[in-house]
């Protein structure tokens, strides 16, 4: 089945400072690429997500980028705020398997003011 | 605007006692999940519901029964409970996925405590 490793595991930056995650996956019919932002005592929340079509995603201070040769993707947070104090986890999921989304193990990402 | 709503919020179960998680969602979509999360671990998915009327196995659903009792609402249940499956539960769904995977919307979790 599909594997995805996420590093790093915490990430501490400065208010401001770009934030970059990365996460790998094995399995190269994986097709979506969502990630997730996990705040305190919640669910998680879909923040931007990619599919194997595209090879970068843009949302105001998120983007995602997508090397499906090398099967790796990554979410970068750029002028990072203190909101952004959470956790991050990735996923990837295939068509035709039920949605089914494979997680990364997450990455605790801590803005200091 | 609840989106998805799971209860109850918390739980403490003694070992061997059963318990119902519930799930509901209003954004009417045909698939839902059930998930546990694990310290400093992603997600893992027991069950899942393509549609109302099937259900399937995820990664982890031994020890677990579920119910898809009708478009809106999708139950998680431990017949015999044991420590290990001491965890945060979460409920999600998601759009009918046809040619393309659809976003999946989750619930606050239940965290579930088994003594």
């Known amino acids: 089945g599909e594997n995805v490793e996420q590093h790093p595991s915490t990430l501490s930056v400065q208010e401001g400072d770009s934030a970059v995650i990365k996460c790998t996956y094995s399995d190269s019919a994986s097709n979506y690429f969502p990630w997730y932002k996990q705040e305190l005592g919640k669910g998680p929340q879909l923040i931007i997500d990619?599919?194997?079509?595209?090879g970068e995603k843009k949302d105001q201070r998120i983007a995602v980028t997508l090397n499906k040769t090398a099967k790796h993707f990554s979410l970068h947070i750029t002028e990072t705020q203190p909101e952004d104090s959470a956790v991050y986890f990735c996923a990837a999921s295939k068509v035709n398997a039920g949605n089914m989304l494979t997680f990364g193990g997450g990455t605790r990402l801590m803005v200091k003011p | 605007n609840a989106g998805v709503t799971q209860t109850p919020k918390f739980q403490v179960l003694k070992t061997g006692q059963s318990m119902t998680l519930q799930c509901a969602q209003d954004m009417n979509h045909n698939s839902m999940y059930w998930y546990r999360q694990d310290p400093g671990m992603g997600l893992r998915l027991i069950y899942y519901s393509a549609s109302e009327g099937t259900t399937d196995k995820g990664e982890v659903p031994n020890g677990y029964n579920v119910s898809r009792l009708n478009k809106r609402e999708f139950s998680l249940r431990l017949e015999s409970a044991a420590p290990s499956q001491t965890s945060v539960y979460f409920c999600?769904?998601?759009?009918?996925?046809?040619?393309?995977?659809?976003?999946?919307?989750f619930g606050d979790g239940t965290r579930l405590s088994i003594l």
């Open positions: 999600a769904s998601s759009a009918l996925t046809g040619y393309a995977n659809q976003p999946q919307h």
């Open positions: 990619i599919r194997s079509n595209v």
